[in-house]
């Protein structure tokens, strides 16, 4: 087992990390960037879904390859995708008590934007937790899992690399943290294989748990 009794800086994705992939806020979120394409493009739903998934797997986000390929405004593309209903999101009193019992500093580093942050962060019941939050705006638009972006949200927070540890749901954004010197938890319930993932976890609040009862000295 990785030795975490030395970190101090713990960093959380946000979408389906710090609420589970069940409430699939995402299905809404692909809905809407399904409709941009489409009015963007004059394309039909098919072609629309087809773009999302490709550019989400080749540039990091659906968003980066629009960017890219289209010059569109970030700001209004993201404003549009994360107007959705986020009362489906519930609290979670087990995991905020996890989260206040854990000693450090406490941060958000997602590929959406801090506005949308705030509003997960707020129906979780989990807002006051974290110290900093840190959006895809932070790091100019360049999402994860880019070196980049990690490079630029890690000086902004001043990130001792071998006291931080870093939570995510997607496989492909741990390796560049791991790299660094971070300690890497995968939050999924398939074990990965991956050698720059040191645990690959099922519950967060259950693994919190673990962590503040000394258990990975």
Not at 39 to 50: Q, Y
Not at 68 to 90: A, C, M, R, T
Not at 189 to 208: M, P
């Amino acid at each position: 087992m990785e030795n975490l009794a030395e970190i101090d800086c713990w960093i959380f994705d946000l979408d389906n990390t710090l609420y589970p992939a069940s409430v699939d806020l995402f299905g809404q979120i692909n809905v809407k960037m399904s409709n941009y394409i489409m009015t963007l493009l004059d394309v039909d739903k098919v072609a629309a879904d087809k773009m999302r998934a490709v550019y989400w797997e080749k540039y990091g986000t659906s968003l980066a390859g629009l960017m890219k390929n289209y010059k569109i405004d970030p700001g209004d593309f993201l404003n549009i995708v994360h107007d959705i209903d986020f009362s489906v999101l519930p609290k979670d009193l087990d995991l905020l008590d996890a989260l206040n019992n854990l000693p450090g500093r406490k941060l958000v580093y997602t590929n959406g934007t801090v506005p949308y942050a705030r509003e997960v962060l707020k129906y979780r019941g989990l807002i006051d937790v974290f110290d900093e939050i840190y959006g895809i705006e932070d790091a100019t638009y360049v999402p994860k899992p880019f070196p980049e972006a990690f490079e630029t949200i890690f000086s902004k927070a001043n990130i001792v690399y071998k006291r931080s540890a870093m939570f995510e749901d997607e496989v492909r954004n741990l390796e560049v943290p791991f790299k660094l010197g971070l300690k890497t938890i995968l939050i999924s319930d398939i074990q990965s294989d991956k050698k720059y993932v040191n645990y690959t976890i099922k519950r967060l609040s259950d693994f919190l748990r673990q962590i503040t009862s000394n258990s990975f000295k």
